[in-house]
């Protein structure tokens, strides 16, 4: 019996009508490419659901690719450029066989370059092509190398803090310069953070690019300790602690740029891992309209921060540019007639005219207490890094009340649970009515390249997706854009907040006052061919009533 073509399938099931598989056939007649693909650029069906047909048409495999399963074992059994050009991903070793995931398992010559790179027999397996896409980004390239390799230009010690103590005796030479060339690389890749990580064989350097870990360099484990050793030198922090997590700094002068460089380390079972955040080069150059607010946005931001009292919270996850959005605030109101004054845990670039203070937890010196001796010196503005626990939370929002202008950032998904997480602070919610000016939640989406994104017709609307060239290092993608809502003072009304504020009820109210959620404010940059819908489903969360 002759197996269904996709087309009566989908006809079968009530999923398309003639004229909707009528009008597919001819857009693939004029384009070319598979069914399916056309069908899924067409917005008729989703990727899911063709991937399940086609698994159940072609008895397939079905399997469901999570990168953060995938065994760098099994997956190094097949070269990363094969991987790339052949579209697929090794996933499991079952039954003396090689499951290859791949978004085309008819693609025999695949299969037999899968079979001659890794000496396997391969069973293909179906999976979505965005999760190849995504697989692939996660397919390290990093280069094995010791630092007995590391070029002498790397030798000169890059970090400025004066050391205290010796470092240890195998951290010296070839160590100094691993880590000296680690650090230099980060900037060269303009990568936004650095991650040094140990597994049973290697320790693994990963740099965050444009929002996305990319594994560039791998040592062999004995020499991991030695590394952290170093950094934690470099950061003043303890060497001789390795089972309490640490935080730390130093500042970093490359090709006359100064960068401030944070460190953690934290224990885990296979020793000392460290993450590190660069700042520097690129706050300097942010300002408000670099950001990618648009212009009504702009207005409603200098609304706010011009007032001359009142409370703005800028929310989001660790990496979704917070502190930049806040520093671009602080050099737009930076002015000789107002005084300002910042608590950071750390202060991560230093600002003309304004007094910066660096929190020390263990010293004594934490937001709460230093947040109580600045407003003794008359502050006009008051910048505080983070509102972490309540006592600090309600010292903010008395000082927001009496007449000064606070700036401050929350850990929350959006502008509506900051409302609710500052009620469970132990907030009042007549303080908060009367003293929040803007509430601001934001993420980072990565820009798509201009020189290769490609244009799809779906259902008379235009949508753009990455390619890859040379100008993107075939990413398809070229630096970040933020996407913002944006929550005024004047929402935060007595209706709203009492009896108990709710998601739903305050959700309800926003659309009634045409306020967007962060998805719609990603949905316009889609549109605007910014930035691509994958980009925006990897990166910013949908709320009820979201399309």
């Not at 880590?179 to 990580?197: P, R, T, Y």
């Not at 004995?222 to 030198?233: F, G, P, T």
């Not at 079972?269 to 946005?297: F, Q, T």
């Amino acid at each position: 019996m002759a197996k269904k073509k996709l087309g009566e399938l989908l006809l079968e099931a009530g999923i398309l009508n003639d004229n909707q598989l009528e009008y597919a056939l001819k857009v693939q007649e004029e384009k070319g490419g598979k069914l399916g693909q056309v069908l899924i650029e067409l917005g008729l069906v989703s990727e899911k659901l063709i991937t399940d047909l086609v698994s159940q048409q072609r008895n397939f495999v079905r399997i469901h690719l999570d990168v953060n399963e995938l065994d760098p074992n099994i997956v190094s059994l097949v070269p990363k450029d094969i991987c790339q050009k052949y579209r697929l991903i090794p996933y499991k070793i079952e039954n003396n066989m090689l499951v290859v995931a791949m978004d085309d398992p008819m693609n025999y010559f695949a299969i037999e370059m899968a079979e001659f790179a890794s000496s396997y027999r391969i069973e293909p397996a179906i999976v979505e092509p965005s999760k190849i896409d995504e697989a692939l980004l996660h397919i390290s390239d990093a280069q094995e190398i010791l630092p007995t390799q590391v070029e002498d230009k790397y030798e000169k010690v890059v970090g400025k803090a004066a050391e205290r103590g010796a470092p240890p005796k195998e951290a010296k030479g070839s160590i100094i310069k691993f880590v000296n060339m680690l650090l230099v690389k980060g900037i060269e890749f303009e990568a936004s953070d650095l991650h040094i990580e140990a597994d049973a064989q290697y320790s693994h350097i990963r740099y965050r690019i444009n929002g996305v870990l990319h594994e560039k360099f791998r040592v062999p484990n004995n020499y991991h300790e030695n590394v952290i050793s170093r950094l934690k030198v470099m950061a003043k922090l303890d060497i001789s602690q390795h089972d309490v997590p640490q935080t730390g700094g130093f500042r970093l002068e490359h090709k006359g740029e100064n960068y401030t460089m944070r460190i953690e380390t934290i224990p885990t079972v296979r020793g000392e891992n460290a993450a590190i955040r660069y700042s520097g080069k690129g706050i300097n150059i942010a300002s408000l309209d670099k950001l990618g607010l648009s212009r009504s946005e702009l207005g409603i931001i200098a609304e706010n921060i011009f007032k001359p009292g009142g409370l703005i919270i800028v929310c989001g996850p660790t990496g979704s540019g917070k502190t930049t959005t806040l520093y671009a605030i602080l050099r737009r109101i930076n002015t000789p007639e107002k005084k300002i004054i910042t608590l950071e845990d750390p202060v991560e670039e230093f600002l003309p005219l304004i007094n910066q203070i660096q929190i020390d937890e263990n010293k004594g010196l934490t937001f709460s207490s230093a947040l109580r001796a600045v407003l003794r010196m008359d502050p006009d503005v008051i910048f505080i890094g983070e509102i972490r626990d309540q006592e600090t939370a309600q010292i903010a929002l008395r000082a927001a009340y009496t007449g000064h202008l606070v700036l401050t950032t929350l850990h929350t998904r959006n502008t509506f649970e900051s409302i609710t997480r500052l009620i469970d602070l132990g907030i009042e919610p007549f303080m908060l009515s009367n003293t929040i000016n803007l509430i601001i939640s934001q993420r980072l989406v990565r820009t798509l390249c201009a020189h290769c994104k490609i244009q799809t017709e779906v259902e008379g609307v235009l949508l753009y997706h990455p390619r890859g060239c040379e100008k993107c290092k075939g990413t398809g993608y070229i630096g970040r854009t933020g996407v913002f809502e944006l929550l005024p003072g004047s929402f935060i009304t007595r209706d709203v907040l009492l009896p108990t504020p709710s998601l739903d009820k305050m959700l309800e109210r926003a659309r009634a006052a045409r306020i967007e959620t962060l998805w719609k404010k990603a949905m316009k940059k889609v549109l605007a061919g910014e930035t691509s819908m994958h980009e925006v489903v990897r990166v910013i969360p949908k709320m009820p009533g979201d399309e």
